[in-house]
Structure formats: C-alpha cells, structure tokens
C-alpha cells in the first residue's frame, strides 16, 4: 500500500511540473496568497481582440499588424536579432499606474495595499541596454532587478510577449477595459513590446490604463505590449 501511494504521489507531481512548463505563463515575482482577475473577463476580453484583429486582414501582416504610420519604427521580429553586448545604449524607463486614482470606484478594493501612493511604480530613470533588445527585454531585466512582480505570456498570433500585470496590478483589475499599455518617445506603438527594437535615447514609458487607452492618448495602440 506504500508503494502504490508513493507511485501516486509520483505521477501528481509530474503532471503538476508538465503543466506548468506547457502553461506559457512567466512570473519573476512571485505572487501573494491571492491573485485577483476575473478568468470569465479575461477570456471573452481577449476573444474578442482577436476577432477585431483577424478583420481586414489583407491590410495587416502576418502577425495582423495594421500598417505602421509613416515615419515610425517598423516591428523587428525578436526571432530575427542578434543581441550586440558589446554595444551598450542608454534609455529611459518609466512604469506609473496614475490613471486608477480617477477611477478608484472601478479598481479592486483587495488591491489597494500595492497600489503606490504617487502611482509610480518604477520611477523614469536611465537604463543601460544593449544594441538589438526590445522593450519587453529591458522591462523584464530591470523589474527583475529591482524586484518588482511582473507577470506575462507568450501569445504566438502576435508574436509577441503580452503583460498582464505589473506590481500585482493586473488588466481588469479597474475595469474591463483596463490593462498595461507601453509608450515609445510620445508614441504607442500598433505592436507589442517584443518587436519594438531600442535605439540609443529612446524614452519607454509603461501606463496603466483604466478606458482601452483613451485616458492616457493610446487609443489606437496595443494592449499589454501586445497588438
């Protein structure tokens, strides 16, 4: 009979490890006892993105990204890169969460002991990069460094990474239309994090937003650094 409960608790606990590896989920913090999102939301939410985007898709490349306005930065496949470690830029890197404070009649009430008093939750400071990195490699390494959570997924129809939340603030958490949405010298771009390339003096600004983009200008941009 011992046997038999060892063998059992064997295979629970390879099934819990595969499942967490084929899960696509990343946390670099971990989270508290509780985690607050509406799975319900989440889905229909992202279902619907999707089919907004699969629209006109002759107009869109192949991750159904709309055409890139004149004079902007084109999306760079991370596939594609080769990081240059010897070629250090300098950028800077800002993460706020001010727009909740208009809005905190929407916001999850459990949430409120992470959120900052200022709303800042990385204040905008120089960072060191390197020639190739996207906006989602310098967010990961710096939150990372200064143990701040961060959670995200891989979402292969955009390829790109997709952020769901930062500081334990998660999209939904003030509302359906709520979520992380990242800024590049004054523009947000139409595609996620993964495929923005730095240049040297690029000012990267991640904003939470509570109305689809709208309270922060971004309202036709990307959705948790994602398309």
């Not at 991370?78 to 727009?99: A, F, G, R, Y």
Request: glycine letters at 8%; a negative charge; one cysteine or more.
């Amino acid at each position: 009979m011992k046997n038999i409960k060892i063998k059992i608790a064997f295979v629970i606990a390879v099934i819990l490890v595969i499942s967490f590896f084929l899960s696509g989920k990343n946390e670099i913090v971990p989270l508290g006892s509780e985690q607050l999102k509406n799975p319900d939301i989440e889905g229909e939410s992202q279902v619907k993105i999707i089919a907004e985007d699969n629209k006109n898709k002759g107009e869109k490349d192949k991750y159904l990204t709309d055409p890139v306005p004149e004079g902007k930065p084109k999306p760079v496949e991370w596939q594609d890169v080769v990081i240059n470690k010897e070629k250090e830029l300098t950028i800077t890197l800002s993460v706020t969460c001010k727009t909740i404070f208009d809005n905190l009649d929407k916001f999850n009430k459990d949430k409120l002991e992470v959120l900052p008093e200022d709303g800042v939750i990385y204040p905008a400071q120089e960072v060191v990069c390197y020639e190739g990195e996207s906006v989602f490699d310098v967010l990961l390494r710096e939150l990372l460094k200064n143990k701040i959570h961060m959670e995200f997924v891989m979402v292969p129809i955009y390829n790109s990474h997709y952020v769901e939340g930062i500081n334990n603030i998660y999209e939904f958490d003030c509302g359906e239309l709520s979520g992380w949405m990242y800024r590049v010298n004054g523009w947000f771009p139409n595609y996620g994090a993964s495929r923005y390339q730095l240049k040297d003096g690029d000012v990267v600004e991640w904003i939470y937003t509570c109305d689809l983009g709208r309270d922060i200008e971004g309202q036709d941009a990307t959705f948790g650094g994602e398309e």
